[in-house]
């Protein structure tokens, strides 16, 4: 695999972690809007399936960086410095409400985390968007990506829900994943010739691609499997977790 | 302190938070899967109870996990750039293959195995976590071959102060990533084993037919009782299993590393540690022979109620034991390595980044005041779950009832499959 193989896959998992992950962050940072605590619970459920199989496309996206591009990492890391430290501390603590907030019954512990839950998502998706605006390299780029993205993510999330409880068409899913994934692939297509200069070399390139050729099957299948579960209107199959 | 110090600093504290998550990860998997086996085999109620229990806690564990392990996996481009610089090709590598295809196989069956729960055959579900647990194994050896470059380099050269990859078999073969996985698999199973042994003898002290003033009777006297007793003989042996491990492997480090040289710039940390390592080994052997001794014909169940209150209650407290121990032990690797990141090849202040200490330790307080209040906040919860016992668990559920103990409408409910109470009520009036 030459190193624009690996760009097309950093490229591709990026994309993959906006559409859905951004499902997961745009209902999180909806959540305070649905009014009683069985109604967040519903939304969580919608898209419950999606955050173990989304969030692990941008870990894959940092290793296909650290693997594959170790250069343009350390150069991503010391421009957004304070952006990623954003990014990696409002994604843990977006992981721990989702997964800490139902745990209890009680009504302050599940508010207290609902609002970290909102918060932390939206910061999430501010700090994606500001981290693609840093490829771009002003300030102004990353501060208009950080609120496109959250807005994006939002309505994006919105529909993932709506879908799954039956109360929309197909069409709006579409516009908005088309909507999420777009400054990603944009913002790549402008950073591409620095990319390919922050490669390793082409033996270590093509080591690495075998090993990943050959799981790439099974990485489909689980995929499509996570998928099939939310492709499905909500109901008593489902599994009320988070 | 400087810029390196305080990157160290965070490195470290942020590798401990993770590395006590793991440990019980890595450690619980095999029983889980063991159990949601057993219960697809026989359909036997005690072991559905047991995987769901077992299997929650072994969820919300993994959940700070992951984040824990984000947090990390940014470290090195953040405060180490110079490692990547150097040594990118042949210590990202292994980690490319950890993120790219273990952890992204281990973390979306995971999820499958979560959320397929009332979809899948009951074969294929158990199947899942057996994948779970292999990936999540294959997701830490690469990360010990990563580490264990940094400790014993091998399979590289040196090209205009670049290291490339020349021989992958060495690399992956390496003892310092091969006998230490080994090393860290024995004290993950100890620390399983630890886990399962300690709440199941708080659970067994609660229960009336263990607890008490009374003597057990040689069967369980409830599917509650069967539970607790299945998980104890588990948990000892998975602890006896993994402290035999550990030993082994423990020793047979000893063929490939100068301990003189890992003592030399840290003494007393390292030295102390090695020793409180070793000498808590042999005490989990001993412990752990004497256990799995009386559990013949149940004994262990039937000592007379002071004894056996005392022991259960000791075994209760010494849970956290093997974690302490495992924070030890990679005090004793990591701090062995200094002054070198990559031993005689690189110089750790060498690869640290130039943000200011300010920025550092800005970070620091950020990601490790974060860090540290998620995994508290976890442990918490961990403790709560295990207090509750097989009651009220959430995994594995029907989403109707779970919604229902939420307070959900007559619309959700119907939704997914419970009977509001009025809807239920109706054909008997009718009748
Ligand atoms: C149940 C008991 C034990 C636990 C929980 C434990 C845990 C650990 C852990 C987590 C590490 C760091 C990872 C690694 O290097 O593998 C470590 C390192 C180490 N352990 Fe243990 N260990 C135990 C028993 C022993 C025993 C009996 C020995 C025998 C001498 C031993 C010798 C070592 C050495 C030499 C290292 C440093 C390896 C290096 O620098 O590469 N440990 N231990």
């Known amino acids: 695999m030459t190193a624009a193989v690996w760009g097309v896959l950093l490229t591709v998992l990026l994309a993959g972690w906006a559409l859905l992950d951004g499902a997961v962050q745009g209902t999180g940072a909806a959540l305070g809007s649905a009014p009683t605590g069985a109604e967040r619970r519903v939304r969580l459920a919608a898209v419950g399936p999606l955050l173990l199989a989304g969030e692990v496309w941008l870990v894959a996206a940092a290793g296909v960086l650290v693997g594959a591009f170790p250069h343009a990492e350390s150069a991503l890391a010391a421009a957004g410095y304070p952006v990623l430290v954003a990014l990696v501390a409002s994604w843990a603590a977006r992981d721990a409400g989702l997964w800490l907030r139902s745990r209890r019954a009680s009504a302050v512990w599940r508010s207290a985390w609902d609002r970290v839950i909102v918060v932390a998502s939206t910061v999430l998706s501010a700090a994606f968007g500001a981290l693609l605006g840093v490829v771009w390299g002003s300030v102004w780029a990353a501060a208009g990506l950080a609120v496109t993205f959250v807005l994006l993510v939002r309505l994006h999330g919105a529909a993932v829900v709506a879908r799954r409880l039956g109360t929309t068409a197909r069409a709006p899913l579409w516009l908005t994943s088309v909507a999420v994934l777009s400054p990603v692939l944009v913002t790549v297509v402008a950073a591409w010739p620095a990319l390919m200069h922050g490669a390793v070399s082409v033996s270590a390139l093509a080591a690495l691609g075998g090993i990943v050729l050959a799981a790439l099957p099974a990485l489909v299948v689980v995929q499509v499997a996570a998928w099939w579960l939310v492709a499905r209107p909500l109901g008593r199959r489902d599994v009320v977790f988070f | ?431």
């Open chain 2, 1 to 431: 302190m400087s810029a390196v110090d305080l990157a160290r600093l965070q490195f470290a504290l942020l590798a401990a938070t993770h590395f006590l998550f793991v440990l019980l990860t890595l450690g619980l998997g095999p029983v889980v899967a063991v159990l949601g086996t057993r219960w697809a085999v026989t359909g036997r109620e005690v072991f559905e109870r047991a995987t769901r229990f077992w299997g929650q806690l072994y969820l919300v564990n993994y959940a700070l996990g992951i984040a824990a392990g984000i947090v990390l996996e940014l470290q090195f481009g953040m405060h180490f750039p110079g490692l990547l610089d150097v040594a990118g090709e042949v210590f990202g590598a292994p980690l490319a293959v950890e993120t790219m295809v273990a952890f992204f196989l281990e973390s979306t069956l995971l999820g499958l195995w979560v959320f397929g729960w009332h979809q899948l055959p009951r074969w294929l579900h158990a199947t899942l976590f057996w994948l779970v647990v292999l990936t999540g194994y294959a997701s830490a050896f690469t990360v010990m071959v990563a580490n264990g470059f940094l400790k014993n380099p091998v399979g590289y050269e040196l090209v205009d102060g670049v290291a490339h990859i020349t021989d992958t078999a060495a690399l992956i073969l390496n003892p310092a990533a091969l006998v230490s996985s080994l090393h860290v698999l024995g004290a993950c199973l100890v620390a399983g084993g630890f886990v399962l042994v300690g709440v199941s003898a708080s659970r067994l002290r609660l229960h009336p037919a263990t607890g008490g003033r009374q003597r057990a009777g040689r069967q369980p006297a409830d599917v509650d009782e069967d539970l607790w007793r299945r998980s104890m003989r588990a948990g000892i042996a998975t602890g006896l299993v993994g402290a035999l491990l550990a030993t082994g492997a423990g020793y047979a480090q000893f063929t490939y590393l100068d301990m003189d040289d890992a003592v030399a710039v840290y003494p007393g940390v390292v030295g102390t540690s090695l020793a409180v390592m070793m000498g808590f080994a042999n005490l989990v052997v001993l412990g752990g022979w004497v256990l799995a001794l009386l559990l013949i014909r149940g004994a262990l169940f039937r000592l007379r109620p002071r004894v056996r209150n005392g022991l259960f209650r000791t075994l209760a407290v010494l849970l956290p034991a093997p974690f302490v121990v495992g924070i030890l032990g990679w005090l004793v690797r990591e701090l062995g390595r200094q002054p070198w990141v990559v031993v005689g090849v690189l110089r750790t202040e060498d690869v640290v980044s130039d943000q200011p200490a300010s920025a550092v330790l800005t970070s620091l307080v950020v990601l490790v005041g974060l860090m540290v209040t998620l995994a508290v906040l976890d442990w918490w919860v961990l403790r709560r779950l295990a207090a509750r016992g097989a009651e009220g668990l959430v995994l594995g559920a029907p989403p109707g009832q779970v919604l229902h103990d939420d307070g959900a409408g007559p619309e959700d409910l119907l939704r997914f499959g419970a009977a509001p109470e009025g809807l239920r009520a109706a054909p008997e009036v009718v009748r």
